[in-house]
Structure formats: structure tokens, C-alpha cells
């Protein structure tokens, strides 16, 4: 079986209510349960929270709501033992998990194609995650370190005088979702020491962790939409 968990916490502190707040029209959460259902992947796609009013939105969307222990909750719980406890009690009810997908709830650039292109190539061993990646913009190792005064200085002082085009090109966590098999996500696996990337184009995922980041997002999401209408 292919199971989709999405991690939903009712504590957002930088935008509150964030993951039930409406974007463009729709409850946030809305997007990644309907990115899983369009992917037409999974034999269950649930969303774990500790709130209440989370809980019953995922009801109202089609998700199987999983209550989340509050020591699973808190703002320094990683994604590893969410997803882990995730496995464990919805095996107890739906039978072993072979593939488990976790999708971040604020999601709404996700594409269900992106999902499954993930899923290919996903290595046959149990200890690899497969996540999409964008490329930076401009090469890292041109960054520059700023003292107190204002005053700068390479990071990486053996770059300044190399090529951009002879620079190693590098990539970040688009924050979308993670790929796994069952055992990877039991055994507590790092994410980003045992991965294989999917590149994605860098207007395919924003961060949204700020009242700032979320108003561009909106904006973002509304002009593209209304070009593909």
C-alpha cells in the first residue's frame, strides 16, 4: 500500500492558524490534500494533527484525520518521528504501509506529476528518500560574509577567482514532500544525508513562513492561475 501522511500542527506562530487559513480562496491544507488525490497514487492519504479544527477540515476534504500525540507537536519536532508515528498506528487499522509519501501541508504550488516523477526514481533499496530540489539561483560559493561594521568578504576565498561556469552547481530542499519506503522512514533516517533529487524550476515552490512570504505567494498563485485561464 502507498500512504500519504501530511504533518499539519495547529501551532503555526509566525502566521497564525496558518495551515487552516484561507489562500486564494481555499483552505491551505486543501492544496496538498488535493495534490495527493489528483496524483492517484495512494491507497490513503491522512493528515496528522494535535487541533481539533484541523483534524475536522481534513474530514471535510476526503483525508483520514490521525490525532498526533501533543510530544509529537511541539515546534522542535522533526518530520522523521511524525511520519514514523503515522506509519505505526494507521498499520494497526489499514494493514503494512509498503511507500510512504509525507507532503507538507502549505503547498499550493505542488504538482501531482511532481509527485509521481518522484516516486520513479525512488532507488529499489529501503534506504534512499527521493524529494524535489531547485538549483540556486547564483553560485554559493560566490557568498559573501558581512562583520559588524558592513564590511564583506568571500565566504569561500578559494572561488573568487574561478569561473562561474567551472563552479559546482548546488541545489536546495524545495520543502514539498519526501518519498520513502516504510522501513526508511522506521529506522529514523536523515533526509538529506540518504537522498535522490527531483530538480524542479524555482517558480514551482515559495516558502511560506511569514505574513510577507504568504502575501507574495498569493499573489504569485492568482497571476499564474489566471494566465492558464
Not at 51 to 68: C, E, F, Q, W
Not at 72 to 90: E, G, K, M, W, Y
Not at 163 to 178: P, V
Not at 187 to 213: C, F, K, Q
Request: with cysteine; glycine share 6%; proline share 9%.
Amino acid at each position: 500500500m502507498k500512504l500519504a501522511v501530511i504533518p499539519a500542527r495547529g501551532g503555526s506562530k509566525r502566521i497564525p492558524r496558518k495551515n487552516i487559513r484561507p489562500f486564494a480562496g481555499r483552505p491551505m491544507l486543501a492544496y496538498a490534500v488535493a495534490a495527493a488525490r489528483n496524483s492517484q497514487l495512494f491507497d490513503c492519504i491522512a493528515v496528522s494533527s494535535e487541533d481539533s479544527d484541523i483534524l475536522d477540515l481534513a474530514i471535510s476534504l476526503g483525508a483520514k484525520p490521525l490525532p498526533r500525540p501533543e510530544g509529537l507537536a511541539d515546534d522542535f519536532t522533526p518530520t522523521v518521528p511524525v511520519v514514523a508515528h503515522a506509519i505505526s498506528a494507521l498499520e494497526a487499522e489499514l494493514g503494512r504501509m509498503d511507500v510512504v509519501c509525507c507532503i507538507y501541508p502549505a503547498v499550493p504550488f505542488l504538482r501531482p506529476d511532481d509527485i509521481r516523477d518522484a516516486l520513479n526514481i525512488l532507488p529499489p533499496a529501503t534506504t534512499k528518500f527521493a524529494f524535489p530540489v531547485i538549483r540556486f539561483p547564483s553560485a554559493v560559493q560566490r557568498a559573501l560574509r558581512l562583520d559588524s561594521e558592513g564590511g564583506v568578504s568571500p565566504l569561500f576565498p578559494d572561488a573568487t577567482e574561478k569561473r562561474s561556469q567551472d563552479l559546482e552547481a548546488a541545489y536546495y530542499d524545495a520543502g514539498q514532500f519526501y518519498w520513502a519506503s516504510r522501513e526508511c522512514w522506521l529506522t529514523g533516517r536523515s533526509i538529506h544525508a540518504n537522498g535522490v533529487g527531483l530538480v524542479i524550476p524555482e517558480w514551482r515552490a515559495v516558502d511560506i513562513d511569514t505574513p510577507d512570504d504568504w502575501h507574495r505567494a498569493e499573489l504569485m498563485f492568482k497571476a499564474m492561475n489566471e494566465t492558464l485561464t
